[in-house]
Nanobody, 117 residues
């Protein structure tokens, strides 16, 4: 079964760091572009970062550029999101997404990130 499972979220103080992980199974991970999104209640889900299948190209939202890094380990079927200098407005549920063109679109269940003192 195709599955994405996020982990690594939790409570962190402003200025702190977290590393999120997304473990993939049930498909050929190395063929898929991967991305991270986030969503808060009452707001639309927004893109945080994306990475191509081989990891050669990355893209970041302007609001988080310079504070986050997306990476992947195709041998371990895992994509990561390193988050630094976190702010209260970064509080959200963070989702992992796998995509192959317009034919395949798979989402994880999400992991909660709360930035608060």
């Amino acid at each position: 079964e195709v599955q994405l499972v996020e982990s690594g979220g939790g409570l962190v103080q402003p200025g702190g760091s977290l590393r999120l992980s997304c473990a993939a199974s049930g498909f050929t991970f190395s063929s898929y572009a991967m991305s991270w999104y986030r969503q808060t209640p009452g707001k639309e889900r927004e893109l945080v970062a994306s990475i191509t299948s081989a990891g050669g190209n990355t893209n970041y939202a302007d609001s988080m550029k310079g504070r986050v890094t997306i990476s992947r380990d195709n041998a371990k079927n895992t994509v990561y999101l390193q988050m630094n200098s976190l702010k209260p407005e970064d509080t959200a549920v963070y989702y992992c997404r796998a995509k192959y063109g317009s034919m395949v679109d798979v989402w994880g269940q999400g992991t909660q990130v709360t930035v608060s003192s």
